[in-house]
């Protein structure tokens, strides 16, 4: 290979990597821009996010969280303001992600692509919202109906959950449904590769169920509400899943039926 074929190569791979690196900091700026005003709000976020705890507890009760070492609740806004940035930056972080690499793709294929990116952030949101209303008020009173009174001969057992304890545990539960949530997406677009069918995920039902399970032991606190409710809404969207698989399985054959004749 010549000197100038090898400069020619290269300097599509500098213009790439260029658009890339232009790509990137927009994407770090949009998210450092929402992690400062999120920081400005994150004791109304966190209040917020307590809400849950309070329904679980009743309106009739204050509710008490505690932080044991002088920093806990400061790192604690932090990590506040950097989820909130990084899920109010995604529109920008996956448009960005879009526009690099839409130029290597055919039309057809960006038309196909556009549809989950618009699905992605809505599913997330049903996820989270799904544990913020449902999972995690149910979670908390499972958690309270384990207190004692203090009784004759009998000690008191009070909750009084730290503050970075609470947050890891709801955000934890928000990010493993909105993960979830995911499913119908990254399996339709491995249909629409052709690397599973639904005859394939039909096939493999018995063992999502066993794998659901045991995802949603790792993935949520030990506790059978929390557990049952990711395992439960999972199990629907691999239905879900397998239906949008033949949705597209049937479009692609009507293509292709239409290109034979």
């Known amino acids: 290979m010549s000197d100038e074929t090898l400069d020619d190569s290269a300097a599509p791979l500098m213009e790439h990597l260029i658009e890339l690196r232009q790509r990137l900091l927009k994407s770090l700026i949009a998210v450092a821009c929402v992690f400062v005003i999120a920081f400005i709000f994150s004791d109304d976020i966190f209040n917020l996010l307590v809400i849950p705890y309070e329904r679980a507890v009743g309106d009739d009760q204050n509710i008490r969280l505690i932080y044991t070492a002088p920093q806990e609740y400061f790192f604690a806004q932090l990590r ?9 930056a995604f529109p920008v972080i996956a448009t960005q992600i879009y526009k690099f ?17 618009f699905a992605t952030p809505i599913l997330f949101i049903l996820g989270a919202s799904l544990v913020f209303y449902v999972i995690m008020p149910l979670a908390m009173g499972f958690f309270l109906s384990m207190q004692q009174d203090g009784e004759t001969s ?19 539960l928000i990010f493993a449904f909105g993960l979830v949530f995911q499913m119908p997406v990254v399996i339709s677009l491995l249909a629409r590769a052709g690397m599973v069918s639904s005859v394939g995920l039909k096939a493999k039902r018995k063992y999502a169920v066993v794998l659901t399970f045991i995802a949603a032991a790792v993935l949520t606190p030990p506790d059978p509400v929390s557990q049952i409710g990711l395992a439960v809404p999972t199990l629907l969207l691999y239905e879900l899943s397998i239906y949008a698989t033949r949705l597209i399985e049937r479009k692609r054959l009507e293509r292709e039926a239409a290109f034979e004749a």
């Open 154 to 172: 009998r000690a008191t057992i009070e909750l009084l959950p730290k503050v970075s304890e609470y947050l890891g545990l709801i955000m934890t």
């Open 101 to 117: 690499v839409a130029p290597g793709l055919y039309k057809n294929e960006r038309g196909a692509f556009l549809p989950f990116l």
């Open 80 to 88: 506040i303001a950097l989820f909130t940035a990084l899920f109010f």
